[in-house]
C-alpha cells in the first residue's frame, strides 16, 4: 500500500486533529512559558528530541549551514536546541512562512497531529506529503518521529515518494510477547 490508498491505522480522529485544540494548547505553553520558563517536551519526551540531535550531530549528509525546517513545531524546543546560540529575541510566534527548500526537514508529531484530523484523513495525509515533498531539498533529509504510527505503516505511506535512508533506534519493550517501542523515528530521503 502507498500514500495513493489508505494506510491502516490503529486510532480513530479526535479533537487532538483540529486547529482550535492545537491553537488553545500552544497559548497554553506559551502562557506557560512566560509565567515559568520552558517547561520541556510534553508529548515525546526530551529522551526523543536527544535521540534525533545526537543523530544529526553524527549525520556527514546535513551541515550547520544547511536550511532547517522543524514542521509543526509548536514551541520550538527542537529548533531551540538546534540553534541556541543564535535564537531571535521572539520566539513565541506560532507561523512561518515557507519560502524555500530545506535541506533538513524534522516532523516530530506533525504527521500524527495531521492523522487525527476529522473528515478524510487519507486526503489530509497525502496533501501533507505533497507539502514536504515540495519544500525539501533533492539530497535533503525527511526525520520523523512519530508515536501513533509504526515503521511499518510510515514505510508504506511514505514509500512512494521517500526512500528509508536511516531508522533512529529507540528504546524498545516486550508485552504479550510482542516486541514495540512507544515511538518510531526515521530518517527518509527522496526518491531518485
Do not use: H
Amino acid at each position: 500500500m502507498s500514500a495513493s490508498s489508505d494506510t491502516q491505522r490503529d486510532f480513530v480522529s479526535s479533537e487532538l486533529g483540529t486547529k482550535e485544540y492545537w491553537d488553545q494548547a500552544y497559548d497554553r505553553e506559551i502562557k506557560s512559558f512566560n509565567d515559568v520558563g520552558d517547561v520541556g517536551e510534553i508529548w515525546f519526551g526530551e529522551d526523543s528530541q536527544e535521540r534525533v540531535l545526537d543523530w544529526l550531530e553524527d549525520c556527514e549528509a546535513v551541515t550547520n549551514e544547511d536550511p532547517v525546517i522543524d514542521l509543526g513545531c509548536g514551541n520550538g524546543v527542537m529548533l531551540l536546541e538546534m540553534i541556541a546560540d543564535l535564537i531571535a529575541e521572539d520566539c513565541t510566534e506560532r507561523y512561518t512562512c515557507l519560502t524555500r527548500r530545506y535541506k533538513l526537514v524534522i516532523d516530530k508529531g506533525t504527521y500524527d497531529a495531521v492523522s487525527l484530523i476529522p473528515g478524510d484523513e487519507l486526503k489530509t495525509r497525502q496533501a501533507y506529503l505533497k507539502t514536504v515533498r515540495q519544500i525539501m531539498d533533492r539530497g535533503g533529509l525527511f526525520v520523523i518521529t512519530s508515536c501513533n504510527w509504526t515503521k511499518e505503516q510510515l514505510l508504506q505511506f511514505w514509500e512512494t515518494d521517500f526512500q528509508l535512508y536511516k531508522v533512529i533506534p529507540t528504546p524498545t519493550f516486550q508485552f504479550g510477547g510482542q516486541k514495540g517501542s512507544t515511538v518510531t523515528s526515521l530518517v527518509f530521503t527522496l526518491r531518485s
